[in-house]
């Protein structure tokens, strides 16, 4: 049996994590919620991020002979739900994807993905991103195109003497398009073989000629993170910019469960921290004489909310501990769980947020609306719930 009491370590890291989003995130989130979000992000969050970084926050998988935290996932949800509780959009897209990504790198195998490792970890702060969507691909192509060659990402990668040549465009939601120092590029080595054995994961760094960041994306909330389109106009790469096997991106991602758990940690943040402002408003505001909290039908409300934020974090740490004792599991049927979960308890929180406090609730004054709308991003960021739950039925029903 699998007890989830943090050690004297773990809650250590948990409360480096919490002071840290209390005297870093949570200003920048006030300060941009009177000035109103920026063009440019990037500026306002890089202070934070290098922050975050020299606590180790971005190199929590990176092995500690090399200079990281050596952490586990479950080391990893705990800080990252700090991080979410006071910003969703910073948590999950700066500080979880860097950190899974040299992850991803080390699982892929090969010479390049352990230099690009040992590169990432000898660097003060790296910013990451992985570009994965296309304009005219669904998402479903992605994760569960079948055999057909003709479906999936189409954006080339073709071989030469010299190493690659990278041709196409990436979606307009490509996460830290334009702050990234790096970023991991599915593209289709194989036009002829089907996803699952058609697909490469090349490292480019930012700068590279014939990498542009084309159209920026602005979305319903996370105000503090970039999103654009990719553009790759013959982007000429060494023979090493391939990131473990030629055709083997599908399952190089599919061993790396921590990236949505990651994820789904950063909305177990936004669902507690949507319980706390429904809790403190309850708490201040009065009807009748007493204040809210204690009329039936506010109280019913926030029970609701607290069931709703345990049984998110249980999927996350169940998840979490998985992926040491049983990463298959982990990575086809648990991980997913546990960002739809996430994601759907967060969503939840927030409506019922915006319920408790009334009319105050789709005011800008006060954080109710602001947490629906960076909740209902985590409906579509990093696969839909539709494709989740398409996935976990096919998890559950392999053997029927």
Known sequence: MIGFTPTDEQEQLRNTARGFADRHIRPLVERIKQEGAPDDPWPHVKPIFEEGAALGFTKMFVPEEMGGLGGSCLDAVLVL?????????????????????????????????????????????????GAQSEPDVAGSELMMAGPDAAFGPKLSARETDAGWVLSGRKSA??????????????????????????????????????????????????PLTNHAELVLDDVKLPADALIGQRGGAAMTFAQVPEMPICLAACFVGLARAAFDHARAYAADRKSTGRPIMQHQAVALKLAEMGINIETARLHVWQAAAACAGDPMRAGMLLAPMAKATAVDMAIRNAELAVQVLGGYGITSEY????????????????????????????ALTADG
């Open 367 to 394: 954080d109710a609306g602001r947490y629906l709308n960076d909740a209902w991003i985590g409906w579509s960021c990093d696969f839909t719930r539709d494709v989740l739950y398409l996935g976990i039925a096919q």
């Open 81 to 129: 739900e700090e991080l979410g509780a006071a910003d969703v959009g910073i948590a999950g897209d700066y500080f979880a994807l860097t950190a899974c990504m040299p992850l991803m790198a080390a699982r892929a195998g090969g010479a390049s993905g352990e230099a690009f490792v040992k590169r990432f970890a000898e660097t003060p702060a790296m910013v990451l991103a």
């Open 173 to 222: 939601f490509i996460t830290n398009a334009g702050a990234a120092d790096a970023y991991f590029i599915l593209a289709r080595t194989d036009p002829e073989q089907p996803v699952f054995s058609g697909l490469s994961i090349f490292h480019v760094p930012a700068g590279t000629p014939g990498l542009e960041v084309g159209r920026k994306t602005k979305l319903i909330g996370w």
